[in-house]
């Protein structure tokens, strides 16, 4: 494992779980008229996924607006890199513009480089790591996974929590979750097409029903790189394989049900699909087999964007040729609202903006759209 000292600037223990609510929620200035406290955003959290292509360009300036919103921390749910070819940010710098790596060379450095030029940049911020397809082309795997990214897999805090739960589980694993403020965050893993297996799915649905039980828990947000079956994004999700769909569908079935007979309040999340896209269970599917959750796809970190697909005019939002991220903002009782915050050229750090280069990161903006690089006829064509 490579030494981690770089990561000095990190706490090591995550303190901020224990904090006071901040004091910003009751005060106000002379003659300005008070919210009323369901109304007052208590505090917030960032999420998005997919920030291969152009992540390394896209990924400093999501991690500036994050902590300039005073989020609590940043999700990140998987695809951190191409993995199948070269990224195209890598290409660009200045160190293999002359010369090109390998994919051998490329496997050696693509994790470490999204380490170095991802989420170094949100510094002290806490960043959770979902795990995407990506991560799992081969040679990768997920002990190869675990190991490189333990650190963030293993936090103190996921670990206190695994072991709260489990007091054998002393090994970290690519499926987990985090209580924070009375939410449950609960990150899953759909990274290849044997998921959810049921080991995960016994872990989930002991975990909810933990959920169930506990006054505290108000709010259960799951994340996870592919969308549940049944989204308006279908032929780009769990419904790929009859193990998804089925698994996919349980999943499903069991949050609604926390919502509906349990009277928790219940929002998921994916990306995968390189778009933005808000009320994405808004479905005919959904609403003939017992109801819609509250759902988005944020797949905008840096990817090559995708075409929205034929059902997005039934989404609350839908848009494509995007970049940026989800901010969740948290109120008295457990309610959550969700707005896009768009990213432009002119968020691009400086420091980015002079290592890649003003027309580099122009096509990053403007023609890394669609399944094809052909304005950069070297680059490989992408896929999915």
């Known amino acids: 494992m ?39 955003v208590l505090w917030k959290f960032a999420i998005s996924g997919d920030s291969r292509n152009c992540g390394d360009v896209v990924m400093p300036a999501i991690a500036a607006a994050v902590q300039k919103s005073k989020a609590s921390f940043y999700w990140h749910l998987g695809d951190f890199r191409k993995m199948f070819a070269v990224d195209e940010d890598i290409q660009h710098q200045p160190t293999y513009i002359g010369k090109p790596l390998s994919l051998p060379e490329y496997h050696q450095m693509a994790w470490d480089d999204f380490i170095q ?38 936090t103190p805090l996921l670990r206190a929590q695994r072991l709260h739960d489990d007091p054998s589980a002393s090994a970290p694993r690519t499926y987990f979750h985090w209580v924070h403020r009375g939410v449950d965050f609960i990150t899953l893993d759909n990274a290849t097409s044997d998921q959810f297996d049921a080991a995960q799915v016994t872990w989930f649905e002991k975990t909810l029903a933990a959920d169930l039980a506990a006054p505290g828990i108000r709010t259960i947000v799951a994340g996870m790189h ?25 999943v499903y079935a069991d949050l609604l049900a926390a919502r509906d007979r349990h009277h928790k309040r219940v929002y998921v999340f994916a990306s995968h699909s390189h778009f933005y ?68 050229e002119a968020d691009i750090p400086a420091p980015i903006m002079e290592e890649y280069q003003p027309a580099f990161v122009h096509w990053c903006f403007a023609e890394n759209v669609g399944g094809s690089l052909n304005s950069h006829p070297s680059q490989k064509t992408d896929k999915p």
């Open 226 to 250: 592919e969308a549940l079956p049944g989204s308006l994004a279908d032929a780009h999700s769990m419904s790929e394989t009859s193990t998804g769909t089925d698994s996919g569908r349980r």
């Open 2 to 40: 490579r030494d981690r000292a770089r990561w000095a600037v990190i706490p090591l223990a995550l303190s901020w779980l224990s904090a006071s609510p901040p004091a910003f929620a009751g005060t106000s200035h002379p003659g300005q008229q008070r919210r009323p406290a369901a109304q007052r």
């Open 277 to 344: 896209m808000a009320d994405a269970f808004n479905s005919p599917y959904w609403r003939a087999h017992g109801g819609v959750l509250p759902g988005w796809i944020d797949g905008t970190a840096g990817a090559q964007r995708y075409p929205l697909p034929q059902d997005a005019g039934l989404a609350k939002a839908a848009e494509t040729r995007v970049y940026g991220f989800l901010i969740g903002s948290v109120y008295p009782g457990g309610r959550m609202s969700f707005a896009f915050h768009r990213l432009t």
């Open 117 to 154: 030029h991802q989420l170094k940049p949100f510094g002290a911020l806490p960043v959770f790591l979902g795990i995407g397809n990506h991560e799992m082309i081969e040679p990768k795997t997920r002990a190869d996974y675990i190991a490189e990214f333990s650190y963030w897999l293993d």
